[in-house]
Structures are given as C-alpha cells and as structure tokens.
C-alpha cells in the first residue's frame, strides 16, 4: 500500500489558479470515486475540502474543485488567496476497507 | 456538531505500548452507520491511515502496522481507543481520531503528539 504520488510545492500569484495533482493506482485512485483533499494549516488538524472526487462540503469555498481521470485527481484552487497557503493532501479509499494518503503538497502564494 | 478529542499519555518509551483514546462528542460511536479511524502524521511529514472500526468492533488494519495495532470502541463512554504495541522513535507522531464518512475520513480530532524516547 504505497503512498499517492503528489508534487512537494506549487505556487501561484493570488487570483491566479493552482493545480496540484494525486496519481495513485488502477487498484486506488482508478478504482474508485472516493477521492477527497484536505487542506492543513500548521500546528492544525487536517480539514475536509473535496469528498467525492468533487464534491465540496458545506462551508468551503467553490474555489476549491477536484476532478479525476483515470489513476490521477487534481484538485484546483481558483482564484488564489494568502489565507489557501497550507498543505494540501489527498486520499483514497483501497478498497477492503483501506485508506491511502497522498504525500502532501505546499502551497505558495506568491 | 460532531466534535472529537484526542487524550492520552504524550510520552512513551521505547518497546512500550502507546495508548491513546478518543472520546466523541454531539454524536454516538454506537450509531448504526458510524465508522472511525486513526491517522497518524510524523513530524514535518505526511498522512498515515493506521486503521478503522465499525461501531459493531469490526476492525480493519494497515498492514504495514497490523502486527502491532489494536482498535476498540467503549460504548458506555462513547470513546474508541487506539493500542500501538513495541514503539520504537519512527512511531513518534500527532495521531488523529476521525469520524469516516461515506469511504473519506470526515471529522478529526485536534491531533495530540505522542513522542517516543527513553
């Protein structure tokens, strides 16, 4: 059960767009919908931003957007704001009752 | 709203037993669709899904650490635990308890660090 491959930085001017990619497995990422990020401020627990391969829980905004073809999710952060600097992580389900995290990019507002 | 809080000894010696416990609040752990985790997060490092339980004590392990892992629920306390036995200094971490929602872990803890060292 290896990690999700995620780049170690991205970066962007605020307004701009930002993509940060998860590539997994056909037994991960490819098999199933159940994608989801996290975004993780420092010293704090990580927080639900896209379940579902896109899906965003109430609260966050539509700036944040997920999609997937086939081993590899994105998630897109539109619009680049100072307070979307953190970490972003994916996740998928396994299967069996699994989980597997991806490795985690850091996010820079230039 | 659903809140969980991570409790436990912060330090632990080496080859002893981690114990932590997550009691949950503003729902039951014994709910019918309920299912729980913990993930853990080296210092400067990322995610680590370490397992999973139903409400029904059906557990669910990563296999990396399966050997060394042990999940339970206590209804009467609406708390779950999480056993990590023979700790070595690669299990310092912040450990998470999380509500999983419908396959992606949902609600979490605020994380407590649990460091290793003799």
């Known amino acids: 059960q290896s990690a999700l491959t995620q780049p170690p930085s991205a970066s962007g001017s605020p307004g701009q767009s930002v993509t940060i990619s998860c590539t997994g497995t056909s037994n991960d990422v490819g098999a199933y919908k159940y994608v989801s990020w996290y975004q993780q401020h420092p010293g704090k627990a990580p927080k639900l931003i896209i379940y579902e391969v896109s899906k965003r829980p109430s609260g966050v905004p539509d700036r944040f957007s997920g999609s997937k073809s086939d081993n590899t999710a994105s998630l897109t952060v539109s619009g680049l704001q100072a307070e979307d600097e953190a970490d972003y992580y994916c996740?998928?389900?396994?299967?069996?009752?699994?989980?597997?995290f991806g490795t985690g990019t850091k996010v820079t507002a230039l | 709203q659903l809140q969980l809080q991570e409790s436990g000894p912060g330090l632990v010696k080496p080859s002893e037993t981690l114990s932590l416990t997550c009691t949950v609040s503003?729902?039951?752990?014994?709910?019918?669709?309920?299912?729980w985790g913990w993930i853990r997060q080296p210092p400067g490092k990322g995610l680590e899904w370490i397992g999973s339980?139903?409400?029904?004590?059906?557990?669910y392990y990563n296999p990396s650490l399966k050997s060394r892992v042990t999940i339970s629920v206590d209804t009467s306390k609406n708390q779950f635990s999480l056993k990590l036995s023979s700790v070595t200094a690669a299990d310092t971490a912040v450990y998470y308890c999380?509500?999983?929602?419908?396959?992606?872990?949902?609600?979490w803890g605020q994380g407590t660090l649990v460091t290793v060292s003799s």
């Open positions: 503003g729902g039951s752990v014994s709910s019918s669709d309920s299912y």
């Open positions: 999380t509500k999983i929602g419908n396959w992606f872990p949902l609600n």
């Open positions: 339980i139903y409400y029904r004590g059906n557990t």
């Open positions: 996740s998928s389900y396994a299967g069996t009752n699994k989980f597997v």
